[in-house]
Structure formats: C-alpha cells, structure tokens
C-alpha cells in the first residue's frame, strides 16, 4: 500500500504541474507586448558625423561634427547630438559645441541649444542658445555670457 500511495501522490503531483504549465502558458500569449515604435517620418540616421562645407573661392568655410544625426524628411530638419563646429570665414577659426542642434535645411539655419560654448581668439562665449544664419553669416545668443581676455607674449 505504500507504494501505491506514492505513486498516487506522484501522479497527482505530475497532473498538478501539468495544468499550471498549460494554464501559464495560455495566459502569457494573451499578454501583448508593446509595439515597437519607429517614427515614420525619420529618412535617414548617421553616427560619428563630419560634414565640410567649403566657400565659392575654394577655401573650407566650415567644418560640422556630431556623434549622432537624424534626418526627418517631413519638416526637412536634422537633429544632432553632441555637435561642435569650426567656422574659417575669417583669419582665426571660431570653434562651438552644444549638447545638441538643429539644421533647417532650407532655411540654411543652424541651432545650438544646452551648454552652448563658442570660442575663438582672445574669446570665450557661453549661452543657451544660440541661432546662425549660414547663408547671410548673421548670428544670435540667449543668455550670453561672454570673457575676453588679452593673450601675453
């Protein structure tokens, strides 16, 4: 008799995991997982970015870098992260990084925003914002913060 108690008792403990397994079962693939969501409107994306644009007499205008862009097609704009940009149009370059921008392409307009940091000879420039026009080399600065200082020989 006691063998087949335990076998009983087995049985049972075999029967009751069987139901639990195929109970769990049903109830997890009726559980939907989220969908993934991928912007519609994103045509391209690059990484480790550099992107030189020279002037009409030949020389190199300016030189752009990011370590991420996204390219939205609808609006026509590119996002960057962690950009930085060298400025030749005149004798010294002017450097400025930001921790992230913006590029109207048909505007021709480029936004920095977030720990904006332009630097040049004798110059250092700290703002929020700030906003080029790189066709008409007009720019603008919010909440500017600015040190000039006198190189010593």
């Known amino acids: 008799?006691?063998?087949?108690?335990?076998?009983?008792?087995?049985?049972?403990?075999?029967i009751a995991i069987a139901v639990g397994w195929v109970y769990q079962s049903?109830?997890?693939?009726?559980?939907?997982?989220?969908?993934?969501?991928?912007?519609v409107d994103i045509d391209y994306f690059l990484s480790q970015v550099k992107y030189r644009v020279m002037a009409?007499?030949?020389?190199?205008?300016?030189?752009?870098?990011?370590?991420?862009?996204?390219?939205f097609k609808q609006q026509d704009i590119s996002r960057l992260e962690m950009p930085e940009?060298?400025?030749?149009?005149?004798?010294?370059?002017?450097?400025?990084?930001?921790?992230r921008a913006e590029l109207q392409h048909q505007e021709n307009i480029l936004e920095f925003v977030d720990n904006v940091r332009l630097q040049?000879?004798?110059?250092?420039?700290?703002?929020?914002?700030?906003?080029f026009d790189l066709d008409e080399n007009v720019?603008?600065?919010?909440?500017t913060k600015a040190i000039y200082y006198n190189e010593s020989s």
């Open 26 to 39: 049903q109830t997890s693939t009726s559980v939907s997982k989220p969908e993934l969501e991928i912007p």
């Open 139 to 143: 720019y603008r600065l919010t909440n």
């Open 85 to 99: 940009i060298k400025i030749f149009r005149n004798q010294e370059p002017w450097e400025m990084q930001a921790d």
């Open 1 to 14: 008799m006691k063998f087949s108690s335990i076998a009983i008792v087995v049985a049972a403990g075999l």
């Open 120 to 131: 040049g000879k004798n110059t250092d420039i700290r703002a929020d914002k700030a906003v």
């Open 56 to 71: 009409k007499n030949g020389k190199l205008d300016y030189e752009l870098r990011s370590s991420y862009l996204q390219h």
